[in-house]
């Protein structure tokens, strides 16, 4: 550990650990511990990467774990959570702006509340609307590249910048974020006014079907693949004949085969082989490769 790290970093925000377990930080609840792990405030970011930068500590932000597969030997350095502390939602006229942080679920409830339509798909999607950014998450024909006008980022070396929708470069679950090792802060999206009570019941039963159709009573992180073109990835799994497939505590949902779920004590080492399995089997019975849309972290 390093100490004076350790300590700088307190008088920055005492929000802060050490060892921190991420099976707390994911909705899969597997992986071992972030060596550090900090929960800023927006305002505190750009402090706490030049602190990085001075002791040549390695970071990687998350919003609410929805996504994530954590490694079970963790995750070397600090991990940045853009959660609760960074999640204030302000809506001027048909424009809502929302900081990194902000659940999907709050910002879509502030957007009904004003009458703005357009968010009623990511109602249901447990993600923050950083993450959802860097996602470019989508459900129900929705995805945030329709919604979204700009976001304001901050770049590895400090620097805040903002990026309006072409430069986002968004694609399916893909953005220009990762790759360029920017951190979101804010996002500004631009909706349509409609009627309250028909975005409240649109949002009603987008909600009821996503219970109906997934295991949302099993830890996951969604849909473990990405949808192949001209295939479900679900469908695929489950002509390869792996609908309830184990390995350890990690299973293919028998409710919805695009997920794999935690039984309740799944290693991510056996998450990550069953996703290999499963990847394997599909390739050989139908000859399409199935990618992740899971992202990995940290050690396995
Ligand atoms: C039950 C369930 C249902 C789901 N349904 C859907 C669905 O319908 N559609 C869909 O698209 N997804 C779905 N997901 C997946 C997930 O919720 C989305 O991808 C979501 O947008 C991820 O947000 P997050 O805050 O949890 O991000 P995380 O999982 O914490 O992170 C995802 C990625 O974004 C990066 N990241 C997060 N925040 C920031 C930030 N502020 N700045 C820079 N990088 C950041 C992380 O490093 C990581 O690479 C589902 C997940 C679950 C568990």
Redesign the pocket.
């Given at each position: 550990m390093n100490e004076s790290f350790w300590e700088d970093l307190q008088k920055i925000t005492k929000n802060c650990f050490v060892q921190e377990k991420m099976s707390g930080h994911t909705?899969f609840r597997a992986g071992g511990a972030a060596e550090y792990y900090v929960r800023p405030r927006r305002a505190q970011v750009a402090g706490i990467l030049s602190l990085c930068r001075e002791y040549t500590i390695p970071w990687?932000?998350?919003?609410?774990?929805?996504?994530?597969l954590v490694g079970d030997k963790g995750i070397k350095g600090l991990v940045i959570e853009?959660g609760k502390e960074a999640a204030g939602i302000r809506a001027e006229g048909s424009i809502i702006k929302a900081e990194?942080g902000a659940m999907l679920s709050s910002v879509a409830r502030v957007a009904a509340d004003h009458g703005l339509t357009g968010m009623e798909f990511a109602s249901g999607?447990?993600?923050?609307i950083?993450?959802?950014v860097?996602?470019n998450?989508?459900?129900y024909g929705g995805e945030m590249k329709r919604i979204v006008k700009k976001a304001t980022v901050l770049t590895p070396e400090g620097e805040e910048k903002e990026l309006d929708l072409e430069e986002l470069q968004f694609g399916y679950?893909h953005s220009c974020?990762?790759e360029n090792g920017?951190?979101?802060l804010d996002t500004e999206l631009k909706l349509e006014p409609g009627d309250a009570e028909q975005i409240q019941e649109q949002m009603a039963k987008l909600r009821s079907q996503r219970c109906k159709k997934?295991p949302?009573e099993y830890p996951?992180?969604?849909?473990t693949f990405k949808r192949p073109e001209g295939y479900f990835a679900g469908k695929l799994i489950q002509d390869a004949g792996l609908k309830g497939f184990r390995v350890g505590d990690a299973q293919i949902s028998e409710k919805h085969s695009g997920f794999v779920i935690n039984r309740g004590n799944a290693t991510a080492a056996e998450i990550a082989e069953l996703i290999r399995q499963v990847q394997d089997k599909v390739e050989r019975n139908s000859g399409v490769k199935l990618e992740t849309e899971v992202?990995f972290l940290g050690e396995f």
């Open positions: 909705t990687l932000v998350i919003g609410n774990g929805s996504n994530l853009l990194a999607i447990p993600g923050t950083g993450g959802a860097v996602m998450a989508g459900a679950r974020i990762p920017y951190i979101v997934q949302l996951s992180a969604g849909s992202r």
